[in-house]
């Protein structure tokens, strides 16, 4: 089964600045998608990032753009310029390619990011 | 933009009672999913649907939960007799026919047994 590990439970940062969230997975699949899930306090589940496994490009969208490490099974969050509105928890999560379209997504515990003003 | 809809947004029942949590996926959505969400704790999945019927669930979905999609657009999970470890947000999800595609979420439903 496959596991995802969000060892930080908060995160702070200034606003403006970067901040970098990190996740780990554990799985026997070559094949998968990873993805950034964001929570804001309404509790709506957003998509902020998707990465393929079999890219080797790392993801980028706008100011979000992840470090994937295939081998080392990391799929790390930078969050550059960092904005009052980011605040929220941030989930990572696992889906597999091979069962398809159907797969489940496996979740991470999150992490709540808080922004300074 | 299409989106999913849930409804209600916040439930409270008693212990025992039977609750029906009501979705609706994007229209031209091919599969549907429960997950569920106890406060403070991370996401968890409960079942996948396609095609009329369920394609995986989890140890969580046990036998006093069904799913059911009763028409071309609704998709409903019920609880039969709750207990007070469901009170959760309940999202339902759905994905188009692309394997790599996201799932789009709903806002959730809160559940509250009292």
């Known amino acids: 089964a496959q596991t995802v590990t969000q060892s930080q439970p908060e995160m702070s940062v200034q606003e403006a600045e970067t901040v970098t969230l990190s996740c780990t997975y554990d799985?026997?699949?070559?094949?998968?998608?990873l993805f950034w899930y964001k929570q804001p306090p309404s509790r709506q589940m957003i998509l902020v990032i998707r990465?393929?496994?079999?890219?080797?490009q790392n993801a980028t969208e706008n100011r979000f753009s992840v470090n994937f490490q295939k081998a080392a099974k990391s799929f790390s969050l930078k969050i550059s310029d960092s904005q009052l509105g980011d605040a929220a928890m941030y989930f990572c999560a696992y889906r597999s390619a091979f069962t398809g379209a159907n797969s489940k997504l496996t979740f991470g515990k999150g992490i709540t990011l808080s922004v300074r003003p | 933009e299409p989106e999913v809809t849930q409804t209600p947004s916040h439930q409270v029942t008693q212990m025992g009672q039977e609750v029906i949590l009501r979705c609706v996926p994007i229209s031209n959505h091919l599969y549907f999913y429960w997950y569920r969400q106890i406060l403070g704790q991370k996401v968890e999945f409960l079942v996948s649907f396609y095609n009329n019927e369920i394609s995986e669930k989890s140890e969580i979905f046990d036998d006093q939960f069904s799913v059911e999609r009763p028409d071309g657009s609704n998709f409903t999970l019920k609880i039969r007799s709750t207990k007070l470890e469901d009170s959760a947000m309940y999202f339902c999800a759905s994905s188009p026919r692309e394997s790599y595609n996201e799932q789009f979420f709903g806002p959730g439903t809160r559940l509250t047994v009292l």
């Open positions: 799985t026997s699949e070559s094949d998968y998608y």
């Open positions: 990465q393929e496994a079999y890219k080797q």
